[in-house]
């Protein structure tokens, strides 16, 4: 018997540690006495579609903040939908992060990435197209060494503007 073809496929496994989706908090909601709500800057529904598809868990890490007192929250992204979410019932684990309100005003917002995200969210979001709630795309950067062995980044893909999704739309030429 000849030797059989056998084809596979890992992606999650073989590039998902290449992409990141970081988000930036953008308040903080009190829901009853023991709720804790932070908004991102975007959609879960929109920028990482697994999270609310197949309740995926990403590695999720606080960019900044590090030395801010914590507590247990749960995440909520812009749409008006009642699955743009990220907590602890739908992912098991809880969700902790600094505390996003400071003291200073000056201080900078908290600042949260999503890591191992390369595999399949930005073909499943559709990066361009019209989104849920019509949230933009957001930019797209690279971030990688150079020959010289330094890390540099540049812009791979502008973020998306209300004009581009109303010319997809035929509202304007």
């Known amino acids: 018997m000849p030797v059989p073809d056998i084809y596979t496929e890992f992606g999650s496994y073989t ?6 989706v970081i988000y930036g908090i953008l308040g903080e909601k009190q829901q009853n006495d023991q709720e804790t709500w932070y908004m991102i800057d975007s959609s879960f529904i929109t920028t990482l579609p697994d999270t609310w598809g197949i309740g995926e868990k990403f ?26 979410y990220y907590t602890s019932e739908e992912h098991i684990n809880a969700v902790f ?8 005003k000056g201080d900078e917002p908290l600042y949260i990435g999503f890591f191992h995200t390369g595999a399949y969210q930005d073909q499943l979001a559709g990066y361009g197209g019209i989104k849920h709630c019509m949230i933009p795309s957001p930019k797209h950067i690279v971030v990688e060494y150079d020959k010289n062995g330094e890390l540099t980044d540049w812009l791979y893909a502008k973020e998306q503007t209300a004009q581009s999704m ?3 739309l035929g509202y304007v030429k």
Request: hydrophobic share 30%; glycine share 14%.
């Open 166 to 168: 109303l010319k997809i």
């Open 15 to 20: 590039v998902g540690e290449s992409g990141a």
């Open 97 to 104: 992060l600094p505390k996003n309100k400071t003291e200073n």
């Open 59 to 84: 590695l999720m890490l606080p960019i900044n903040g590090w030395d801010r007192e914590y507590g247990e929250v749960h995440l909520g992204g812009l749409t008006c939908d009642s699955h743009d």
